[in-house]
């Protein structure tokens, strides 16, 4: 979620128009399904599936940053919630070129090493699936990269991520792949071409189970809602997706947690959808936005995770959206503290390796040699055990809301 989220509601609004459904109106049962080319069938139609509750805290965590040298600061977070166990290191991929999808060894293998001191941790992986991610590609332009990722054009980046995180510790890491491809901010967007979307989908998921040692799990993560295109459109199929996730912020503005709960495609069917597919949901996003200081957000939010089938949920804390990194929310802050201080987390869960699916073709193996760090990253500053960089740092509390130029770049 970045800038181009700000503009959710006029889309949404846009795509319902040209659907012939009158602005501001519910979509009815025929309409919504009319609105989506797969079996999904409206949350009215039929009995509704169970939704599991989970026996135990979901584990949580939050987004800090992307680069290696942010690492210290999930301790810093920790004392703030009164040593909590903040199991999930949330992090992504820079998407200028393909060699920031390949992943860069020293960033990767830092984060490995962290989510190695704990056998309860989770490392999170945002994973562009198209380059330059975030430079206005035209939507023909989107729709060409997207045909050729599907005939196996870019096999061999994912490839060598795949190697990568396997040989550097981290083969169990939950990959967000092409998050918000239902929306329009991401060069790696879903609408210009759905049917070669999921494929290249399909095609890269097999690519990277095809590692020996690999236990990667896929997260599917839309935006909640409608957005610029149904995200049941996008869905590329029960075998290739191990969690249905949600990137959920507090907006439009004037939004309340049950619109948020109600509308097309967002939390009801979220969790409904993945109960029909015996999967966990997840939300690798979520946090305050359009509605100011939120506490009651907050709190709606936190209670929806833990009574939902949740594999994880993590907070992107930097201004406007967070707590910790952000003075501006301190009523929201107050309550997150309150939810979640002391919390022990889940106990360890470790995934096994799903079954080897019929691999498409793919390049031969090469060298693999040590990327350049993407443009603007810090400076590696050396070898780091992973009680260093787990390690707790000084005394904890909410730190000062970073100015523009040193606010975290998630991409």
Known sequence: MRIGRLTLAAAALLLMATASVPAGAPLGQGERHGLSSDAYEPRTAGPRPPVRRPAHEPPFGAFVGSWDTYIPQIGRYAQWLGDANLQVGHTYLAGNGWS???GDPVVLGLWSQWRLADPSRMLVLGVPMLVPNEAHVSDGEVAKLLTQGARGDFDGHFLKLARRLVALGGPDTVL???????????????KPDPSAWKAYWRRIVGVMRSVP????????A???????????????GDDVVDIIGMDSYDQPAGGTFDDYVREPYGLQDQVEFAARRGKPVSYP???LFRNGDNPEFVQRMVEWVRTHDTAYQTVTDYCPHGFFQCVGNPRSAARFKQLMSGSKGASAVLPTAPPTPTVPPVPAPSPVPA?????GTAAATGPATATATAAAVPTPGPAASPSPAATPARR
């Open 213 to 220: 040692g690999q236990r990667f799990r896929f997260d599917f």
């Open 176 to 190: 967000t792949l092409g998050w918000e491809m239902n929306g329009t901010t991401y060069t790696h967007r879903c």
């Open 222 to 236: 839309p935006n909640r809602g409608l957005d610029a295109i149904p995200w049941t459109r996008c869905y590329p």
């Open 371 to 375: 990327s350049p760090r993407p443009t």
């Open 285 to 287: 996003e979520w946090g």
């Open 100 to 102: 920031d999808v390949e």
